[in-house]
Structures are given as structure tokens and as C-alpha cells.
T-cell receptor
Framework: KNEVEQSPQNLTAQEGEFITINCSYS?????LHWLQQHPGGGIVSLFM???GKKKHGRLIATINIQEKHSSLHITASHPRDSAVYIC???????????FGKGTSLLVTP | GAVVSQHPSWVICKSGTSVKIECRSL??????MFWYRQFPKQSLMLMAT?????????EQGVEKDKFLINHASLTLSTLTVTSAHPEDSSFYIC????????????FGSGTRLTVV
């Protein structure tokens, strides 16, 4: 069983919709990362957070340490947001990331 | 921002040959480099962790003699897939951990390896 679970696995939205992707983890982590992987494979780090909430443009990430849950929100979604979004937990014991399987997002015009 | 240059972006090789993949951190020093493998529709799986100037630490089930990792400098790490087989076909991606102002994980653009 993966220690980091994401939902949904696939998501299709119309342009302009508000999108939420969820991430739950079962082990203790010191921080959680949200990553964006484009169709070509390249990965961009969106957020690293260990508490509360962070915002960057139309992207918002929240984390609840007690509930071991994080969400990534996209406001006013756009087709260029189409990508795979991955959450990854940084374990308490080291520097390696434990990845979720990703959420494949498609935003249609 | 921090950038990791990974080359090649894709490679096709014959069974039995070796392939070298390079990851170079630009404008920052990466004391630790992580190498991942990703199969279609799967999450990234850590293969090994390398620290500059020391031997890499391999994850369970990853053959260190098959996947040779060299981290000879603070800006360059290489992964060599030796005697490649079709089952080694996958997407390989590196991630560099910077320090100080550049703290954080920066990913390379990945290498699509196809062994025929």
C-alpha cells in the first residue's frame, strides 16, 4: 500500500472551474510537496508546505498535519493547467520523497 | 530559479549496450541527487540517493552493478544503465537537493529510455 494516496486519479474540468485535488498520507512527514508533471515528463515543484496554506497565482495548497491531509486548489482553471499533479511527502527520517500516483487533470476549453 | 539540466531527453539503444544519463545543476550546488524511475501510469520510484564524493545508496531491489551512479562534483551526477534490457525501458528523472537560498528539490526534465 502506497503511503501517499491521491484522489481523484483522473479529473476533467471545463475552463474556469474551481479544481480540488486531495492527498492523504499515512506516515509522519516533515513537509509535503505538490508537483506538476507535464506530458513530456518534466516536473516542476509548485509548493512545499509543512503547515497552513500557501498561494501562488491561481494555485492554493493547504495542509492539515493532524488529519494527514493536503489539498491543491486551482481557481479559474485554464487548458494550460492540464498536467499530472503529484503530491509527495518528505519523511521525518531523511531527504527522500514518497510520491503519490498523481492526478491527471484535463481542462477543456 | 534553480535549474537542473538532464540529458539526453530520450534515447533508444540496443539490448546489451550501456546508456549514460547526466544531470547537472546550473547555478547552484547539489549536495544530494536523487534518481527516480517512472513506469507508465505509475508514481516515481526512488532508485538511489547520491551524495557528492561518496557512494550512492540504493533502494531495495535496485541493482547497484546495473545502475551505476557517479556524483563526482557538486553540480554533476550521472546514471549509467549497463547492459540494458527491454525491461529497463522507462522514464528516468533526477532531482537535486540544493542548500541555503536554493534549498528545495529541483527536478530534471527526464530521460525516456527505450531498449530494443
Amino acid at each position: 500500500k502506497n503511503e501517499v494516496e491521491q484522489s481523484p486519479q483522473n479529473l476533467t474540468a471545463q475552463e474556469g472551474e474551481f479544481i480540488t485535488i486531495n492527498c492523504s498520507y499515512s506516515v509522519g512527514i516533515s513537509a509535503l510537496h505538490w508537483l506538476q508533471q507535464h506530458p513530456g515528463g518534466g516536473i516542476v515543484s509548485l509548493f512545499m508546505l509543512s503547515s497552513g496554506k500557501k498561494k501562488h497565482g491561481r494555485l492554493i495548497a493547504t495542509i492539515n498535519i493532524q488529519e494527514k491531509h493536503s489539498s491543491l486548489h486551482i481557481t479559474a482553471s485554464h487548458p494550460r493547467d492540464s498536467a499530472v499533479y503529484i503530491c509527495a511527502g518528505l519523511s521525518n527520517s531523511g531527504y527522500a520523497l514518497n510520491f503519490g500516483k498523481g492526478t491527471s487533470l484535463l481542462v477543456t476549453p | 530559479g534553480a535549474v537542473v539540466s538532464q540529458h539526453p531527453s530520450w534515447v533508444i539503444c540496443k539490448s546489451g549496450t550501456s546508456v549514460k544519463i547526466e544531470c547537472r545543476s546550473l547555478d547552484f550546488q547539489a549536495t544530494t541527487m536523487f534518481w527516480y524511475r517512472q513506469f507508465p501510469k505509475q508514481s516515481l520510484m526512488l532508485m538511489a540517493t547520491s551524495n557528492e564524493g561518496s557512494k550512492a545508496t540504493y533502494e531495495q531491489g535496485v541493482e547497484k552493478d546495473k545502475f551505476l551512479i557517479n556524483h563526482a562534483s557538486l553540480t554533476l551526477s550521472t546514471l549509467t544503465v549497463t547492459s540494458a534490457h527491454p525491461e529497463d525501458s522507462s522514464f528516468y528523472i533526477c532531482s537535486a537537493l540544493g542548500q541555503g537560498y536554493n534549498y528545495g528539490y529541483t527536478f530534471g526534465s527526464g530521460t525516456r529510455l527505450t531498449v530494443v
